[in-house]
């Protein structure tokens, strides 16, 4: 490896262009925690605290998920959660702002289940084995895609805009940058790339393919360009790591 590689891996220098692609404040220490801030900017306006609140909350959000899948994001409006969930819509506003909050709520209900589907299988790309576990996670991804209906009926639709795109983004960013961290060693010939780019490329790949393969069978995705996209995914990484 060359010294400039080792000190980034070691995280004592920033990229080439002085600008530490890894640097936040405050970083992810694990996949279940990379939602921390993006899910404080969209969803609920604030947390149900008391038992029977919390209880309803997740009566609402119940609801509205087999409102999206059965419906489609047209489906989820205040009116027909409340009366799904059997609570007033009055008690609904007390938490979420209209329909953009309760779908950017399932939103991050969604992504929260990928980072644990992730975290179980100890998602990183660290050591000699981190083939094996960049497969692992890819798979991962794979199961919550055909196991999520509501996150594919939201990320497929006209309403994943705005809030919902930032936040999102926000999610493959936090990804990436804890992805980026946990790289213990790079190829000496490997390009001078900043690890944390490498690792935001590995994650709009899987983006890309997931994103053909489902417009290409909504319901399970289209096999072969799933594939492609973990072997190509892989062996790019393979470019920079031993």
Known sequence: MSQAAQHEVDGLLPSPDGVDPLATSGPPHSLSELLTEASATVGAHRTAVQK??????ETVLNAAIDLLVEGGPEAVTTTTVAARAGVSVGWLYNFFDGREALLEEILVSCLQDLDNRLDKVDFDLGGPDWKQKAEAGVEAHIEFFNETPAFRAIWFSTEFTGRMIRANRMHDDELAAFLARTITNVKPEAPQ?????????????????FDL??????????????????????????????
Not at 52 to 57: A, D, E, N, Q
């Open 213 to 242: 393969a489902y417009r290409e069978s909504p319901d399970r995705g289209n096999e072969a360009l799933l594939q492609e996209m973990k072997r190509s995914s892989i062996e790019y990484l393979s470019t920079y790591l031993p």
């Open 52 to 57: 029977r609140s919390r209880s309803k909350m």
């Open 193 to 209: 790339v900043p690890l944390g780019v490498v690792t935001q490329i590995f994650v709009g790949m899987l983006d890309k393919g």
